[in-house]
Each structure stands twice: as structure tokens, then as C-alpha cells.
């Protein structure tokens, strides 16, 4: 049974920065994806960052160069470091995973989810 356990979230100011943590468990794929998303208020889930299992990684365009993803298998924990945050940045952040092949950020594919953690940025 695989799991997802986030945290890390709170409440700061623009400018600052958070790092979000996801403990998984059950998950440990040859081939696979971990992600963040977020979903702000009245607003769809959006991808925000993918890692493959070799680390790669790709980024949606409102947060490159501003978030950095990155997992440590030993401790099997996902992170999404979060820097020069901004108001528009506010939203509950998911982390997923997803076995198979093919780079994607859209929510529909990934199967398994984390059941979130608010991040509100203020000016």
C-alpha cells in the first residue's frame, strides 16, 4: 500500500521561503515519477515539479529557478524547496507518485496522493 505523508507547510512572508517534506512508503519503482501540486482556492490543481527515479527533474513555469525538487531515497522523502515565494504561490500543496514511463504534470496521471499542506504567503 503506497503512502504519502506531507508537511512543512505554513504561513510567510513574501520573499521568504519553505521547504515541504513527503515521507513515502510502498513506493519504490524501477521506473516512476514523484510530484508536487498545488491547488489554490476556486482554482484546478496544478503541477508543479516532477523528479524521475534518477533524478531528473522538470519544473512548471511560474516556479523555475524559484523551486527546487529533490528526494532522498535512503530516507525515502520527497522535498520541494521553496524560495523568493510570492502571494500567487498560496495554495494546499499535494505531493503524487506515478509508476511507468512519461514526463507529465497533469494530475490525472498519477495515481497516488498525500493529503496536503497549506503554504499562504503574504505581502
Known amino acids: 500500500q503506497v503512502q504519502l505523508v506531507e508537511s512543512g507547510g505554513g504561513s510567510v512572508q513574501a520573499g521568504g521561503s519553505l521547504r515541504l517534506s513527503c515521507v513515502y512508503s510502498?513506493?519504490?519503482?524501477?521506473?516512476?515519477?514523484w510530484a508536487w501540486f498545488r491547488q489554490a482556492p476556486g482554482k484546478e490543481r496544478e503541477g508543479v515539479a516532477v523528479?524521475?527515479?534518477?533524478?531528473?527533474?522538470t519544473y512548471a513555469a511560474p516556479v523555475k529557478g524559484r523551486f527546487t525538487i529533490s528526494k532522498d531515497s535512503a530516507e525515502n522523502t520527497l522535498y520541494l524547496q521553496m524560495n523568493s515565494l510570492k502571494p500567487e504561490d498560496t495554495a494546499m500543496y499535494y505531493c503524487?507518485?506515478?509508476?511507468?514511463?512519461?514526463?507529465?504534470?497533469?494530475?490525472?496521471?498519477?495515481?497516488?496522493w498525500g493529503q496536503g499542506t497549506q503554504v499562504t504567503v503574504s505581502s
Open positions: 523528479i524521475d527515479v534518477k533524478g531528473a527533474t
Open positions: 503524487a507518485a506515478r509508476y511507468g514511463r512519461g514526463w507529465t504534470l497533469d494530475a490525472n496521471g498519477y495515481a497516488y
Open positions: 510502498g513506493f519504490n519503482p524501477s521506473s516512476g515519477y
